[in-house]
């Protein structure tokens, strides 16, 4: 949620459950939070307008800091290989970029278990 409809909507409203009601409704919830799924149901149940809808949220991932850290890594490769195709469209030499692909590799298994596609 946007820092901005956080401050239209200025009062927290809480409730408790026990942890296989919380583990139910983190897995019915998704890709929502939580607090959006049980904000649009609440509401909803209520007769009241919720805030509009905004961008779809990101779904939760296994492990946020791995992502973090292999995004921020991507971040880097993403400059160098930019850095090799304005030498390359400047007619400059590139040479072999096929080593790339292995060094990548290992960051894309990262992200894919920091998704929770591998284990």
Request: aromatic share 2%; proline share 8%; glycine share 10%.
């Amino acid at each position: 949620m946007s820092n901005s409809i956080r401050r239209d909507l200025p009062v927290t409203v809480a409730f408790r459950v026990t942890a296989e009601q919380a583990a139910r409704l983190l897995e019915a919830a998704l890709p929502l939070s939580p607090g959006q799924y049980a904000r649009r149901i609440a509401l909803a149940a209520a007769g009241i307008d919720g805030p509009a809808p905004g961008r779809r949220p990101l779904p939760r991932v296994r492990d946020a800091g791995l992502l973090r850290e292999a995004l921020a890594e991507m971040g880097h490769w993403g400059g160098n290989l930019n850095q090799l195709a304005h030498n390359q469209n400047m007619g400059l030499p590139v040479g072999d970029v096929d080593h790339l692909r292995a060094e990548l590799e290992p960051i894309k298994r990262r992200l894919l278990i920091a998704l929770g596609i591998l284990e």
